[in-house]
Structures are given as C-alpha cells and as structure tokens.
C-alpha cells in the first residue's frame, strides 16, 4: 500500500519521546536533575492535530517527570513512560481506544521501536534514526530528531488527509 494511502486512515499518532521529540541527548545538571529541550513546532504540532479529532500520544522506554510536565502542557492524556516493550504498551492503548493497528502511526528512531514500527498502518523515523528503523519506516522525516520530525509527521498526514487547509486558515 502506498504511503499517502496508509495516511489518509491515521486516526492516532503514537511517539516515541528521546530521540523524536528530543534530539537524544540526556542532560544531567550538578544535583542530578534531568534537561530535555522540545521543540515548539512539535507541540503545536500536537496541538492542530488534536485540534482535527484525533489523538496523540507518547510511549517511550525511560521516565521522566520532564515528559509528564510537557504531555500535560499539550493536553496529551496517552502517556507510557517505562515503556519496556513498546509494542504491547501500543496494543493496550490501541484496545483502550478502539483503535484498529492500520489507523495507527508510530514515531521512533531506534531499535526499541522496530516491532512497533513493524505493525502499525504507517511507521515512521526521524532522519537520523538507526539505519534499520529508517528501513523499516514507510516514512522518514527530512528532519533530525528534535528539530520539528513531529511537526513535519503532522503536517504530512493532515494534508494527505485534505485537513491542513482548514487548519491554516483557522489560524488566520
């Protein structure tokens, strides 16, 4: 099936967080405390396209109260952090919300999110992922981890599914 195909069923758009949303680096200051720093575009991102209906949400194998804090800022209720097998933490959101794996996206960029990759409608990675990831993907962002892959996510998929116009011209 073709990729623009396989976007015009999106219905959830699950992410992985370090790496995706994050450029991957982890940041520990002198008491210990943990940095991240997320880009805007992806939160507005998030945003319009929660905006159109649809959900989003975050499964990422480490936790962090920094993604919390941020998920909360966006309004994003789907939140697994400490994610082990990020494949059955996606079932169990997809059954929760009766979500079929076709409607779903997934967003990674390293070899935790292969399976999952693997078995959603449209899998995807961000320029820099691991080079099995980006093979695995039907998509792959033209941007680096961290640098607004989300944003570019959203807007590819809202405008194969003719949502993006709608969407500008709400903004004006």
Not at 2 to 10: A, D, G, L, V
Not at 30 to 38: L, R, Y
Not at 89 to 116: F, H, Q, R, S
Request: net charge negative.
């Amino acid at each position: 099936m073709k990729t623009e195909k396989r976007m015009q069923s999106i219905e959830l758009i699950l992410s992985d967080v370090d790496g995706v949303m994050t450029d991957g680096g982890i940041t520990y200051d002198n008491q210990g405390v943990e940095t991240k720093t997320f880009h805007v575009r992806d939160g507005m991102a998030i945003k319009l396209w929660q905006r159109t209906g649809h959900r989003f949400g975050v499964i990422t194998a480490r936790s962090s109260h920094i993604v919390k804090l941020r998920m909360d800022e966006l309004g994003v209720e789907i939140v697994r952090q400490g994610a082990k097998d990020k494949l059955s933490a996606a079932t169990e959101i997809m059954n929760e919300l009766g979500v079929e794996p076709e409607n779903v996206c997934y967003i990674g960029d390293d070899l935790t999110d292969l399976a999952l990759i693997q078995s959603v409608g449209l899998g995807a990675s961000v320029a820099d992922g691991a080079e099995d990831v980006r093979k695995a993907a039907q998509w792959v962002s033209k941007s680096q981890g961290g640098t607004g892959a989300i944003r570019e996510l959203v807007e590819t998929v809202l405008k194969s599914q003719n949502r993006w116009q709608e969407l500008i011209k709400s903004m004006t």
